[in-house]
Every structure is written in structure tokens, then in C-alpha cells.
């Protein structure tokens, strides 16, 4: 779901660890603070769950009609991956580059 790379190790059926195990976090959570403060579009957003790997964080939020998932660069702060998908549909869909910007500012 978050088309980052992985080891077999922590992969299964249904995505990698991390993707499988987001917990719910309140947008105080200083991670999710410290991304905020690079895209602030993102704190719009409400419901967020979170998870992270040794080199990214990956995020989810929802809204009535929508949910984002975000995979962000630990280090740099850079949106590696970053995708909507409806309430209710079981993929995720690209969020094209010309409509990043909107969601991250």
C-alpha cells in the first residue's frame, strides 16, 4: 500500500509490517508535528493513524469522503510516496504531481 521497498522478513499478504500495524495518534504527536511543519496542508487532515520504518514514516488520515496516506523520508522530511483513496474502496490511487501541491501546502 505504501509502495515502499521491503524484506521479505516483515512482509505478508496483506502489505509490510508497518502498513499492517498503524496506531492511532493524535495530530500532538510530535512526529506528525514536525511533518506538519514541512506540509502544512496536511494538518487539515483529522484521524490520523501512524507507523514507521528505519528510514520513513508512513501516515493515514480520513475525512467524511476521503482518506491520504503519506509516506515521508524520516531525514529529509520529502514525501516519497503519497495516494487518496475513497471511505469505502479497498486500493489507493497516486496523487498527481500537479494536485501534491495542493494537499501538502
Not at 21 to 35: S, Y
Request: net charge neutral; proline share 4%.
Amino acid at each position: 500500500k505504501c509502495q515502499q521497498r521491503v524484506s521479505k522478513a516483515v512482509a505478508s499478504d496483506s502489505g509490510c509490517a508497518a502498513c499492517t500495524n498503524l496506531a492511532k495518534v493524535q495530530k500532538d504527536d510530535p512526529r506528525l508535528v514536525w511533518i506538519f511543519g514541512e506540509h502544512p496542508g496536511l494538518e487539515r487532515w483529522g484521524r490520523w493513524q501512524l507507523a514507521e520504518t528505519e528510514h520513513v514514516y508512513i501516515a493515514q488520515a480520513g475525512a467524511m469522503l476521503k482518506r491520504l496516506l503519506v509516506v515521508v523520508d524520516k531525514e529529509s522530511l520529502a514525501v516519497r510516496y503519497l495516494a487518496t483513496s475513497g471511505p469505502m474502496a479497498s486500493g489507493w490511487t497516486p496523487v498527481a504531481d500537479e494536485d501534491r501541491a495542493h494537499l501538502l501546502n
